[in-house]
């Protein structure tokens, strides 16, 4: 089949076709912010619009255009939307047979402290299911937990989303770090070094970050022990084991060091007063949201008026509490080892569909300058559907929902409610994926991406925020590093500058545009229940977005000019 080259200035001016590019994310990111667009009917709006852009303004041929989005489908439901499927799936099993709110009253037991909860479940936990799976895990767990734990809403989702960001780039046991090694040939323990030489100073600041915006500025003053305690032990971990050891097992290690060491630290410290108050400080427009208990719609009960079971105001037993950590403990366990290369090098070779998608395999052609030389895009849907870590997490379930006595026809029959539930969610997912996949195909991508490579001495910084757009246009820091690793290798060494420092800018960057993209949003609302609200999570975390991520960009530009970094990289 005849290939098509990507162009990426169609209207031979920059200013023109970068606009053109943008407008895509812009509309997107504005119906969704608006709060007047359902994010399903949003999604599905910004993928015409992109098809428009593409096909018209980019010159695509519309049949590549339409194969690039069907591809784009398929990718956001296998993985993405797999996992939250199951991992939702998991969590209403507990809620229904009352596991859940024991489970709420085992953390409130270690501390009814809602920052401190916020640290332990937010943060740590977090942390914890973004090294061993990723890909929407972190969020849909913590956001889950802590509306379980009587969080309002807006707290819940937008908090689990701002906490998820320092161990983005060592998800999913490296994930992100693999996938830039692979597409600028440098060694992956390079670059995993070179971000833990940057992501650290941000692992001290985001649990400050995120208790000041829970409880203000005094309520984050007066527990800070407990949050340098958390924040410098995940710190440390996260740069000695990203230097010294490899970046495959760095959140797993750093998150288990860090629950570890703010567990242990509450045993000799208590806060002054306890922060009972499960709102944000100042104005919180989710309180009241729905009904109670709260979520409503993720209650696995059957639809109508099956009652949810409830551990009521009784103190439960420790070995009830025992019990109620069995199904996370089952789901950790699974998910690491789905996670590790040895599985999937043993069950892949046997359980995989790879599909070459026709009249789009190798037919369009990335050219200069976004890559050194011109080459094809491959398109393989490779269906790696028992090394999926939603799989994982859905025989996870399936032995927790046998340990908690469930018959194997309720299983079903709850699984099919949890779809039921999810549908619009799926749908926004698959649409988001269809968008981000259609403009990387497309070229559009990259053309955003030329307009920031054209920053000159202010590269170090614009090129990090690059990183961080290409996470809110692709909801992964895989894809950001993928789709720009390369062009941050070509632009930096073009400039003077080190392609290591640059290309792992990308990653450490890209980790605060995990907050905002339209996915992570998706996942946050549907974990809480905060169905159709997604334009409020949005407005909430935008700008705490931007924030951190001019601030990543400013510790790059002293790694730049000031204090190379990259000059001292050890190699392990």
Same mark, same amino acid.
């Given at each position: 089949m005849e290939t098509w080259n990507q162009v990426y200035d169609p209207f031979g001016n920059a200013w023109l076709s970068t606009l053109a590019a943008a407008l895509p994310v812009v509309a997107l990111l504005g119906m969704i912010a @608006?709060?007047? /667009?359902? !994010?399903? $009917?949003?999604?599905?709006?910004?993928? /015409?619009?992109?098809?428009l852009v593409a096909i018209v303004a980019f010159g695509m041929p519309t049949g590549l255009a339409l194969r690039a989005s069907a591809y784009g489908v398929a990718l956001g439901l296998f993985p993405i939307g797999w996992? $939250?499927? %199951? /991992?939702i799936f998991l969590y209403r099993l507990t809620v229904e047979k009352g596991w859940f709110a024991t489970l709420q009253q085992s953390v409130a037991g270690i501390t009814t402290d809602r920052r401190i909860q916020l640290l332990l479940v937010a943060f740590a936990f977090g942390a914890f299911f973004e090294g061993a799976g990723g890909f929407g895990t972190p969020v849909a767990v913590t956001g889950a937990i802590l509306i379980g734990l009587g969080f309002s809403p807006l707290a819940a989702s937008g908090l689990s989303l701002i906490a998820n960001t320092a161990p983005v780039a060592y998800g999913a046991l490296g994930a992100p770090i693999q996938g830039l090694a692979s597409v600028t040939g440098y060694d992956p323990y390079i670059l995993g070094a070179m971000i833990g030489r940057q992501l650290p100073f941000f692992s001290v600041i985001v649990p400050?970050?995120?208790?000041? /915006?829970? !409880?203000?500025?005094?309520?984050?003053?007066a527990i800070w022990p407990p949050i340098a305690v958390c924040g410098i032990s995940f710190a440390l971990a996260q740069f000695l084991i @990203? %230097?010294?050891?490899?970046?495959?097992?760095?959140?797993?290690? !750093?998150?288990?060091?860090?629950?570890?060491?703010?567990?242990?630290?509450? &045993?000799?410290w208590r806060p002054a007063q306890i922060w009972?108050?499960?709102?944000?400080?100042g104005h919180d427009p989710s309180i009241g949201y729905g009904t109670e208990p709260r979520p409503v719609a993720l209650g696995a009960g059957v639809p109508g008026d099956m009652p949810r079971v409830h551990t009521g105001a009784r103190t439960a037993t420790s070995s009830e509490i025992a019990w109620a950590w069995v199904p996370w403990i089952i789901l950790s366990v699974v998910v690491a080892i789905w996670g590790t290369?040895?599985? &999937?090098?043993l069950v892949n070779p046997i359980f995989t569909i790879k599909y070459e998608v026709p009249g789009l395999h190798n037919v369009i052609m990335k050219v200069p300058p976004v890559v050194a030389k011109a080459h094809p895009e491959a398109a393989v849907f490779a269906f790696t559907y028992m090394s999926y870590t939603g799989t994982g997490v859905l025989i996870a379930a399936i032995i927790s929902g046998l340990i908690m006595r469930f018959s194997p026809w309720r299983l079903v029959t709850a699984y099919l409610e949890t779809i039921w539930v999810l549908r619009y969610s799926l749908i926004t997912i698959a649409a988001m994926l269809a968008l981000g996949v259609l403009t990387r195909y497309g070229g559009v991508d990259a053309t955003l991406g030329l307009a920031f !490579?054209?920053?000159?001495i202010l590269y170090p910084f614009f090129g990090t925020l690059l990183g961080w757009l290409g996470v809110a246009l692709t909801g992964s820091d895989t894809a950001s590093n993928v789709l720009f690793g390369g062009l941050q290798k070509i632009t930096s060494e073009q400039l003077g500058l080190s392609g290591i420092l640059m290309a792992s800018a990308n990653s450490s960057g890209g980790v605060m545009g995990k907050m905002i993209d339209a996915q992570s949003i998706v996942v946050a609302s549907t974990a809480t229940g905060y169905f159709g609200q997604e334009g409020k999570i949005l407005r909430f975390v935008f700008w705490h977005s931007i924030v951190l991520a001019c601030m990543v960009g400013g510790l790059v530009m002293l790694q730049a000019y000031v204090y190379p970094?990259?000059?001292?990289?050890?190699h392990p």
């Open positions: @608006s709060g007047k /667009v359902k !994010a399903h $009917i949003a999604a599905v709006l910004s993928l /015409v619009i992109a098809l996992i $939250i499927l %199951n /991992v400050f970050w995120l208790i000041w /915006v829970f !409880a203000g500025f005094r309520g984050m003053l @990203s %230097n010294y050891i490899n970046p495959w097992i760095v959140d797993i290690g !750093a998150s288990l060091v860090s629950m570890g060491a703010l567990v242990l630290f509450l &045993k000799v009972t108050s499960p709102a944000l400080r290369g040895w599985f &999937k090098s !490579a054209g920053t000159g970094f990259n000059a001292m990289v050890i």
